[in-house]
């Protein structure tokens, strides 16, 4: 399982980390990463962060900005997000895969597990 938590209401130029808690299965043998949906939009990409060695992977939109890392004692998965901006307002969904390729890390369909989103909104 997997829960996401830390979302809120920021102004832009603000900060908020996210922080997603797995439960029940090894932490450290799933690649993990982060997803948003806006309203109306389709669920994109953010970052991701692979197991065995923790290769990291951005959106464009978030690079430079945003920063992602793992504890895997804690079981724990974080998101750090700096200067955000309104655009960067959607739900936050944490995802994980066990064997998820680099080349399909940025499309959700091949992610296997999803927790519940935390809404992240951003006010000018």
């Known amino acids: 399982q997997l829960q996401a938590y830390g979302g809120g209401l920021v102004q832009a130029g603000g900060s908020l980390r996210l922080s997603c808690a797995a439960s029940?299965?090894?932490?450290?043998?799933?690649?993990v990463g982060w997803f948003r949906q806006a309203p109306g939009k389709e669920r994109d990409f953010v970052a991701a962060?692979?197991?065995?060695?923790?290769?990291?992977f951005y959106a464009e939109s978030v690079k430079g900005r945003f920063t992602i890392s793992r504890d895997n004692a804690k079981n724990t998965l974080y998101l750090q997000m700096n200067s955000l901006e309104p655009e960067d307002t959607a739900v936050y969904y944490c995802?994980?895969?066990?064997?998820?390729?680099?080349?399909?890390?940025?499309?959700?369909?091949?992610?296997?597990?999803w927790g519940p989103g935390t809404q992240v909104t951003v006010s000018s």
């Open positions: 995802a994980a895969d066990a064997n998820i390729i680099n080349s399909s890390i940025r499309n959700s369909a091949y992610w296997d597990y």
């Open positions: 962060i692979k197991r065995y060695g923790g290769s990291t």
């Open positions: 029940g299965r090894t932490f450290r043998d799933y690649t």
